[in-house]
């Protein structure tokens, strides 16, 4: 039970971290963007490549943080990970989405997000082939917490909790305090207005882009470093992170990240009681419940 | 020669039954403007709840009731379009996306109950042994075979004279009117919930029938046969033909099932030998490339749409471009 | 006298082919009001939407001191000195009153002294500036409307209907605010459905109907005539004087 639920929390502070960029792209340009997830794909790799770069070239980067197993490099890594996935997701709307934006309707969109997301998925087998990898080949020995409920936690788990919280705790800094979360905020509220007040569309649609795929990255990070690294890591977030955003409300960031704990936390416990191969659907379920009770989410603004 | 021609049959029924897959998403997608995410759970209910119905009894297995085929096939279709109400009273009434989402949740629900829930489904090994529609009676394979796609065409003809006769009638007009602007349409006393939940689940049953002639031509399904890429295939036939054109749909379903088995052929047979472990995700991307290229270049398809040729979408996207909330 | 702000032969719609504004014709003088009156769906907020570069505009153009604004992206106006103030949805309601106010002021240099002298401005605005903007009154709202609008100093405001759905005596105080910024060298262009008391403030009225030209000219005679007077001041819809 306790253990369910720790680990629960853990995967919940992952899918809200996916889910806060997905919410603000799916309110702010008005589709569901199934490509979005591979975001957290491309992150995973890319901090993969430059962790064995930078460890590659300084060696006295390699060394985990004990008890970590992160390392210096990888969390270099992680931080140009951020940066080239953000990157990726605004080379991406640049290439494909914002051109259908200019000529089609909002399903088309959709639409081409599932062709995106097949594309990418499938480069990255094709680059770093089918089979799992790892960031450290270290054994992460698990610290027991307590036997009676028996509670394993892996040093890595409690990083990547904190270090979830604190990015998440960053971004809420910036909406609330500077000028250009205001101006974030005013463009996910009213589009028009916020143009005539001076706020350049295009400019915020890029940086929701850098600022999702950014955190995204992290997400990926955090998952492979508490499991493992594969090209279907994007897609298994998929449901969940849509299912955040949908309990929290499209829209809202703080919606995506109750969403996402939410989710993470509910299929945590659901599995105590339906065998494994369910945990897929979970999300799925988690949908269904929030349509049929409260269809505009936790903090939805009622879209019509 | 012999082969040559079993294999052409084989080759078509196989596009046929996916025509009629595509005929449903195009009532869907073409017609309503209805996104389905899921079209291979509505595919797999048909195939499995006529494989349930209508196959042999197994030890420790549920199902094998050796319904007639067409009752078993008529309980797959109803079991598709259960799911299909469902998910559509649920998400039609709200955002466009939701049922996008929703649908595609259905396809990873289902999947997950068809590779776990083994006293249903068979779990991952599947279930076999269906008994082949007029097998016994006729006997010769070939012969079978080519009887089997005349079936398949018929029933292809018959959903697609069926859906002309639909989408030609006041009931398509009203569909395609609250596909273009849902406003207009209620004003004119449509109601566009009920008619778009009547074409999800039409279209869904549509995919439901192509399902149980898939059971009843392999005599076996697995979650193998139910892998998401089907749902990107019947997509990419739909955008090359043409969505909201019948004819474009099952042009689309011949080329791209054409290009894709031509594909895998030539991948396998010149491709290098370390390379054979990557040609499924070649073909992914083929056929990811196709949808998008498609939609950045093509959108309307081979075979547009002739009625309205969309005016009105391509003309309300001026309204949204500064999304005017004023 | 000279024109701050002109409009010549317009057409500007929000589906292509299908102009709602045809063949406008329109000048503000400086630090003059000028009203525009008509019917509903006349096209008085497609006007100025197409003014503030929220509407494609086919044909025409728009010129500001001289310079050709047609067609300008949205965020620029600012920069111009034009500022606008839409009829409905003009504020951020989930921002709180400060925060709406320190967006529209983000690019101003002297942004600190520039919020207090429009929280003088506006005092209930300064007692409140903590809350959310969707908590305001009516009247406040406008009030904020008006304020981000002022914040930047335009040379030009474009007001859509800034007295709708506020009480008589609320209203009335919008209008004479809105006067007294003609004082101060701002030029305004103001659409209203409150035609008597809106023509009683302005200096110049135009009329425009299914998206063209009706009638123009100054205010005072407009109010006077008997034509006028029929159509848009006798009915029931005026009654508000
Ligand atoms: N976003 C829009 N998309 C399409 N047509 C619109 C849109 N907004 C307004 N219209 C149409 O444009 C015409 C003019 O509308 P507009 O809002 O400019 O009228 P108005 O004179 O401001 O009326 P009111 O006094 O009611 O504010 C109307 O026929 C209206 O239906
Ligand atoms: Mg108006």
Known sequence: MIQSLV?????????????????????????????????????????????VLFSGLVPVLDTAFAPLTLSGALALATIIAMVITGASAVAIDWLVFRRIRAKADALSMVFASFGVALIVRNVLVLIFGHSAQLYSNDI????????????????????????ALALMTGFHLILTRTTFGFALRAVAENPALAQVSGVRLSTMITAVWMIGGGLSAAAGVFYALTNQITPVLGHNFLLPVFAATIVGGIGSVHGAVLGGFIVGIASGLALMVLPSGYAPAMPFVIILAVLLVRPNGLFGRDES | MIGLISYLAFFATMAGILAIVVLGLNLQWGYTGLFNGGVVAFFGAGAYGTMILGGRPEPGQFGGFEWPFLFALAGGVLLAGAIAWIVGILTLRLRHDYLAIATFGVAVAFESIARNAEWLTGGAKGLRGFPRPLEAAIGNTFVYGLCFL????????????????????????????????????????????RL?????????????????????????????DLAPILTFQVWAMLIVGGAGNNRGAVLGAFLIWGAWTGSGFALSKFAPAAMQLYTGPIQYILIGTVIVVMLLWRPQGLLPERITQRFTKTASKVGTTSKGAF | MTALLTIAALEAGYVRDLPILRQVNLSVMRASLTVIIGPNGAGKSTLIKAIAGLVPVSAGTVTLDGADITGIRPDQMGALGLAYVPQTDNIFRHLTIRENLALVLRRVPDRTTRLDELYALFPPLAAKQADRAGSLSGGQRQMLAVAMALSGRPRVMLMDEPSAGLSPKIAAEVLDL????????????????????ALRVADHCYILAEGRNQLDGPAAAILSDPMVAEIYLGGKRVGAA
């Not at chain 1, 963007?33 to 993969?48: K, P, S, T, V």
């Not at chain 2, 989408?167 to 566009?192: C, F, M, T, W």
């Open chain 3, 178 to 197: 809105t006067r007294s910024l003609t004082a101060q060298g701002v030029t305004v262009l103001l659409v209203e459905q409150n035609v008597k008391q």
């Open chain 1, 7 to 51: 680990d629960g929390i853990l995967t919940g502070a992952i899918i809200s971290l996916g889910a806060i960029g997905l919410t603000l792209v799916m309110h702010m340009l008005r589709f569901a963007n199934f490509a979005y997830a591979e975001l957290l794909a491309i992150g995973a790799y890319a901090a993969l490549v430059f962790d």
């Open chain 2, 150 to 193: 005349a079936m398949v065409m018929a029933v292809l003809a018959a959903v697609y004279w069926a859906l002309q006769r639909l989408v030609q009638s006041p009931y398509g007009r009203a569909l395609r009117a609250i596909r273009e602007d849902e406003v207009a349409a209620r004003s004119l006393g449509k109601n566009p919930t």
């Open chain 2, 196 to 224: 778009r939940l009547q074409s999800f689940v039409i279209g869904s049953m549509i995919m439901g029938v192509a399902g149980g002639l898939y059971v009843a031509f392999y005599a076996f399904v697995s979650p193998q």
């Open chain 1, 140 to 163: 992460a020995f698990a610290i027991v917490v307590s036997r009676d409920p028996l509670l394993l936690i892996k040093p890595d788990q409690v990083f990547v909790l904190g270090a």
